[in-house]
């Protein structure tokens, strides 16, 4: 999984992509004032986005952050509506092929959102997933450095300023709650967890010190500063922090508190005014695909029992004898599949990861023509937010080249971290995953960097899935445990296909989806649950996965069999990122396009 905004295309498209190189030059006129076009509107978005500014390495508004109040909502899309309306006055017949591409995919972007907009009070403002709640502290401390007094009196005035930005927070949630727009009532406590303890240590009182506290020492400690400059600098610190940051992170958690006081225990969203409908559009948003939620359904289903099917087979192959209910049960308790829950357990997790790292970076070369620059580490989520985190997720890099991309593991409890289930989850992450697919698409040059920096979650999320697979047929999975680990995360996506549409469409319960995943998955009660829950609030999203994953099969098999002997692996992977993301249809255009040319790039 990714921490990444997803802007989603029309699932409408006409005409043919032509597969042009991932770089592209200014060939006339029409294509330059495309690209100067894009360029403005891309810097306005950054200029209005202090912490989009921040995670991509620039230190110019880090003293501030994003206004996110209903006024600015509003103003972003009047300036949506003017970008698109100016979009339709460029002559798409005297465009390159490249620059034609950009055109159509922002045209989609921007129709999408328009047609979204009505939307938007629809998406829970805050979640167990991710909110400004996290946001801030995720903020300061991966995305804001400190290596001058100018960074620090900006870290002290994002400090000061949280309490404005937690009021627009608050009226947000008012908003929404007005409309009739809540999480169902488990959700508040999981929003609550990692607000409450941002409050916890010093300057707050209790042991220790609070989170930001501690990064703000740790970051004043490394810049250099003299003792003097140092001891005051971080009084202020803490004096902002006992401030702003505390009135504002505590108006929060009052209105949390109140409003989990009415919220209901209902948990699909068609319950939402026009529910049916918005689930409908959140389908068509993450999958950049038409589908409907019976047919979802309905594959899901297919899929779960054909998964059962191979794991049976690897259970042959393992010796085990009884049904495969026996051998998840075998694979859920049997310690060997588990590090001990304890520091050194959990550095023993941290090591094997980096081995399976540094094997698969060994052999990245296989798989790819072009390969990003940017490294990637392994990490353990940070302990205020890993009780309310996902299991792993990637963070790319900052653009300035001053960190690696982040593989983050959650390592809080142990058992939620099976061992034959590392090997797939870091190549889904890193490499061959989402480290290689957003980084050389960030590092691409000539291409609009709306381009660069989107994201599609069927793009995305299925091209993570599909790196599951790929170690499997360099065989990579050391034993029939880790391929059966493969089979679990692939299982597991399957089931989301059933439990998300069952949840958000045909009115499943909390209850009933976790039965479900009980009843099919060998993971324990407690990660099924955190599952569903995770489906309850993102609707439509765990979707893109499954989805994503079989349309780049399908193409890759299209084009090895219409290649036959001119197929190339490594031409073939970088033909399908080499454009950045994009809908699943425009990538099956560019794939069809290549295989007409013979395989062979423009």
Known sequence: MIGRRHFIGSAAFAGAILVTPPVFAIGNDEDARLDAFFERIFQRALDRSPTRQSSLGIRRDQDKWDDISEAREREDHRLRESDYAELKTFDVAKLSPQARLSHRMFALQSERALRNFKWRHHDYAMTQMGGVHTRVPSTLTNSHPITSRADAEAYIKRLERVETLMKQA???????????IQPPRFVYALVLEPCLNLLKGAPFGGEGDSPIFADFQAKLAKAGFSETERAELLARGTAALAGGFARGYRALIAH???????????????KLPDGQTYYEAQLEAYTTLPLKAADVHALGLREVAAIHDDMRAIMKRTGFEGGLQDFFAFMRTDPRFYYPDSDAGRAAYVAEANALLDEIRARQGELFGHLPKAPVEVRPIEAWREKSAPKAHYRNPPQDGSAPGIFYINLADMKAQPRYQLAATLYHEAIPGHHIETCIAHEMEGIPKFRRFASYAAFSEGWGLYSELLPKEMGLYADPYSDFGRLSLSL???????????????????????????????????????EVERYIVLPGQATSYYIGMQKIVELRTRAREALEDKFDLRAFHDVALGAGPMPLPLLEERIDAWIVKGGQAA
Request: net charge negative.
């Open 170 to 180: 608050v009226d947000r949630l008012a908003a929404q709650e007005a409309s009739g």
């Open 256 to 270: 949390l508190r109140a409003a989990e006081a009415k919220a209901d225990a209902v948990d699909g969203v068609w």
């Open 492 to 530: 597991m996506r399957a089931c989301r296909l059933v439990v998300d549409t069952g949840i958000h469409s045909l009115k499943w319960s909390r209850e009933q989806g976790i039965a479900y995943f009980d009843a099919n998955m060998p993971s324990s009660h407690y990660d099924n649950q955190r």
